[in-house]
């Protein structure tokens, strides 16, 4: 059996629901002591984070991922039980699969044959591991990212292993992620009777003009690697639950995922200018989830999409869309920072599975890029 089928399997057997890790990354580290690699955890808020470097000089290519995954749904709708990898049909099926245990094991057989083919290399190899991707994220990569940029030290090159090919292996790179603002409304009005509305003054009406116009507004129109700015409600609610009775305020949940061409500071000022023209009365709370991040055209995408060339004889787009990622968090020490790793239509489902060609393809182009970004061709 491939190597990294076998080590995608053991990693899919241990259940690192977030933010448990279940030992994959003691796993992870007893593979990387025997090459070289200094180890350095970091345990905050119940999450386990890995840093492991090998060499001291530059250029520093990283590796970087998390070892938790998603929770499984109704176990009873899996074709297979999701913590027993199974393979079936080319395909290897289990939580984390995808997203993104077949990345790490990808990425551990490539820095194996690497090494042994170059015990010698210039520059430094790194890894970056947390078991707090798929949670709040508080505890992971950013602590991490903390304790490096504490001591100086960078990263050159970063390769995220997120599923991010769309229909095909090798279709889709990903050289940045949108940022995300959430808000939090409440528009006031007057409860009261629901026959008697000349007493009362309806929140949810008074709010509606608004909506519209905010559902309405162009916040940019976005740019050649970003789509515009899209602004969301995710929830509303308004009223006691009585059929006759008025709502004294109504509450609106909504999501900004915005790109660079847009500012956190722009987009508040917008949304409380259009708020203002409607006489609301309200308030309102911010919660930053994420800054946008980008890498533009440079060595990183171009040894990476040469990479999955050869690989797989398909030239790769760039893409920004989709959800966030940790890319945000080390494009604070990070010179490039790319995101690529296998097809993601099952992430997050049931029955998540990952092709057995796809991991091999991986690895190799893992390989690859680890032999030009350290120019030991």
């Not at 297979?80 to 990808?106: E, V």
């Not at 505890?139 to 970063?158: F, H, N, S």
């Not at 309200?282 to 040894?303: I, N």
């Amino acid at each position: 059996m491939d190597k990294v089928i076998d080590y995608t399997r053991q990693l899919i057997a241990r259940p690192s629901l977030t933010p448990e890790d279940a030992g994959c990354q003691d796993w992870l580290a007893s593979h990387l002591a025997p090459l070289g690699f200094e180890l350095e955890w970091l345990h905050s808020g119940g999450v386990t984070n890995l840093w492991a470097r090998r060499g001291r000089s530059a250029p520093l290519v990283c590796f970087a991922g998390h070892t938790d995954v998603v929770p499984t749904g109704p176990v009873e709708r899996w074709s297979y039980d999701p913590f027993t990898p199974t393979l079936s049909d080319d395909c290897l099926y289990g939580r984390g699969a995808a997203d993104m245990k077949g990345s790490i094991a990808a990425f551990l057989v490539a820095v194996e044959a690497f090494v042994a083919a170059h015990p010698h290399h210039p520059g430094s190899i790194a890894w970056l591991i947390t078991s707090d991707e798929e949670g709040p994220a508080t505890d992971g990569t950013v602590k991490v990212v903390e304790r490096l940029a504490g001591r100086g030290e960078r990263i050159d090159y970063c390769i995220v292993g997120e599923p991010t090919c769309a229909e095909r292996f090798g279709d889709t790179l990903k050289n940045g992620r949108r940022g995300s603002l959430h808000g939090r409304l409440r528009v006031h009005g007057v409860q009261g009777h629901i026959a008697y509305p000349h007493l009362a003054k309806n929140p949810i009406h008074l709010a509606a003009p608004a909506i519209a116009e905010l559902a309405g507004t162009v916040w940019d129109i976005g740019n050649e690697y970003f789509p515009p700015t899209t602004w969301q409600i995710s929830n509303i609610h308004g009223g006691t639950g009585a059929t006759n009775v008025i709502p004294g305020h109504v509450d609106i949940v909504f999501n900004f995922r915005f790109c660079p061409d847009s500012t956190v500071e722009s987009l508040k000022a917008r949304v409380r200018e259009i708020l203002d023209q409607h006489g609301l009365h309200y308030d309102l709370d911010w919660e930053l989830g994420a800054k946008p991040y980008f890498t533009p055209r440079g060595r990183l995408v171009e040894v990476l999409s040469a990479a999955i060339q050869a690989t797989t004889g398909i030239s790769p787009v760039l893409s920004t869309t989709g959800g966030t990622s940790d890319g945000r968090f080390i494009a604070e020490i990070a010179r490039e920072v790319v995101e690529f790793g296998p097809v993601n239509k099952s992430i997050h489902k049931i029955d998540e599975c990952v092709g057995v060609q796809e991991l091999t393809r991986l690895t190799e182009i893992y390989r690859l890029c680890l032999e030009r970004l350290l120019d030991v061709r």
